[in-house]
C-alpha cells in the first residue's frame, strides 16, 4: 500500500475534567475515546501497542520520540492495534531501521487509529499522576470543544468495565509441539503472542482456550498445568472467569498466572482488587523477590490492583514480591497448592529479562508434580 503523506491538520484532546490540549492530527482522521493512561518505556511502542490488555484506553508516550524506528510485522503481541487512540509529543513519520517496513504514520493509518502529537506530554502526564486515571477524547475531524466536553461524560468507566471477551480468541489454537511431554492449557482474557511463546520455548505443548472456555472443555485436553493470562478491563466484574479458576484450583495442578490472572488468582481466593489511582505502565519499574531478596526491572501495565492488607492478612496466600515505589503487591502464592501468580509481566517484550525465570519455575513446577504421580 502507498504511503499515505502527512498533512497538517490540528486535533484536539478534551479531558474528562474539562482540560483542553490542543496538537497536531497523526494517523487516521477521525474521533476516539477512552481512558487515559501513560507508559514510560522509550522503546518497544509496537509492542505496546498491540497488547490486548491496553483495549480501551488511549495511550500517551512519555518519551519525546515515538515512531523513530519504524514498524516491521513481527513486534507485535497480537494480530492488531489494540489501543483505543495516541498521544505523544513528536510521533515520527521519518524512521531509521533499515528491518522496517512502514512508518507508524502509515501503520497508524491501515489499523485506524487516531492519534494527536504537539501536545506537552509532561504537563499531560503531571495532571494524570496528580488528579488520576481519567476519560477523554481525541478528535481530529471535529474542534467544537464543547460538544467534546458533552461527548466526554458519556464514555463509560473503566471501573466495573468487563471486556476481556471482547479481546479473547474466538477459536481454540495451539503453539508448540504436539509431542511434548507437557500440556499447558491457558485461559486467554487478552495473552500476549510472547506469553505463549515463552511457555512453548521451553517445551511444552501449549492450547489457547477463549475466556468464557468450560472448566470441563478444558480438562479434554488433559493438561498438566494451566496458565491465567493478563487482559484488559475490571477484574472483579469477571465472575465467569473467577468460578473457572476456582474448579481450576480445586484440581490441584500447577497454576501460573500474569497481571490480569493475577488479580483473578487472588479473587478465586477472597482477596478483592481496587482500580489505582494512575496505574503501573512501563519498562523499569523495580520489584523485590521476598523469597530470594533479590530485585528486578520489570514491565508493567496495570490499573487495578489487588487488595495488600487483605493479603497479608490471609491464611491461604503467601507475598512472593512486592513493588519497591509502592509496596503494592506484585506476586502471590498459595500456600497449600502448586499456584502462584505476578502482577507485572515477565515475558518484557518490551522490557528486561528480569523474571523470564518465572516460566522456568512453572514448567519445573509441572515436571516435579508429574513426578510425584509415577
Not at 504511503?3 to 484536539?12: F, L
Not at 496538537?23 to 518505556?41: A, H, K, Y
Request: aromatic share 8%.
Amino acid at each position: 500500500m502507498p504511503t499515505q503523506e502527512k498533512k497538517s491538520i490540528p486535533a484536539v484532546l478534551v479531558l474528562e475534567d474539562g482540560m483542553v490540549f490542543y496538537g497536531q492530527s497523526f494517523g487516521m482522521i477521525g474521533t476516539t475515546s477512552g481512558e487515559l493512561c501513560f507508559n514510560t518505556g522509550m522503546t518497544g511502542y509496537q509492542e505496546v501497542f498491540t497488547d490486548p490488555s491496553y483495549y480501551g484506553q488511549v495511550l500517551i508516550m512519555n518519551n519525546v520520540h515515538t515512531g523513530n524506528y519504524g514498524v516491521k510485522p513481527d513486534d507485535v503481541e497480537s494480530e492488531t492495534v489494540k489501543i483505543k487512540g495516541l498521544i505523544g509529543r513528536n510521533l515520527e513519520e521519518k524512521y531509521s531501521r533499515l528491518m522496517a517496513t512502514d512508518s507508524l504514520q502509515q501503520y497508524l493509518i491501515d489499523q485506524k487509529v487516531v492519534a494527536i502529537e504537539d501536545v506537552d506530554t509532561r504537563a499531560l502526564v503531571t495532571h494524570i499522576r496528580e488528579k488520576g486515571a481519567m476519560n477523554c477524547i481525541i478528535s481530529s475531524d471535529s474542534t467544537d470543544v464543547e460538544a467534546l466536553k458533552a461527548a466526554v461524560k458519556k464514555i463509560p468507566s473503566m471501573d466495573g468495565l468487563e471486556l476481556a471477551s471482547l479481546v479473547t480468541t474466538t477459536e481454540v489454537y495451539h503453539m508448540g509441539d504436539a509431542t511434548a511431554d507437557i500440556r499447558i492449557a491457558v485461559l486467554d482474557f487478552g495473552v500476549k503472542r510472547n506469553i505463549i511463546k515463552c511457555m512453548s520455548d521451553r517445551g511444552a505443548y501449549v492450547r489457547v482456550h477463549p475466556a468464557k472456555t468450560s472448566f470441563e472443555e478444558l480438562l479434554q485436553f488433559e493438561p498438566h498445568g494451566f496458565f491465567i493470562s493478563n487482559g484488559p478491563g475490571d477484574p472483579s466484574s469477571m465472575d465467569y472467569a473467577i468460578d473457572t479458576v476456582k474448579k481450576i484450583l480445586d484440581t490441584r495442578k500447577p497454576v501460573f498466572g500474569i497481571c490480569l490472572g493475577h488479580q483473578l488468582l487472588a479473587l478465586a481466593n477472597g482477596i478483592q482488587t481496587f482500580k489505582m489511582h494512575h496505574g503501573h505502565r512501563g519498562l523499569n519499574h523495580p520489584v523485590k523477590n521476598m523469597l530470594t531478596g533479590v530485585c528486578e526491572i520489570t514491565t508493567q501495565n496495570h490499573g487495578f490492583a489487588v487488595d495488600a492488607e487483605a493479603v497479608r492478612k490471609s491464611e491461604k496466600l503467601e507475598i512472593t514480591h512486592i513493588n519497591l515505589n509502592d509496596d503494592s503487591i506484585e506476586g502471590i502464592r498459595i500456600v497449600d497448592r502448586p499456584a502462584f501468580s505476578v502482577q507485572y509481566h515477565p515475558e518484557a517484550t518490551p522490557g528486561p529479562h528480569d523474571s523470564r525465570y518465572l516460566f522456568d519455575d512453572f514448567i519445573n513446577m509441572i515436571r516435579e508434580s508429574l513426578t510425584e504421580l509415577v
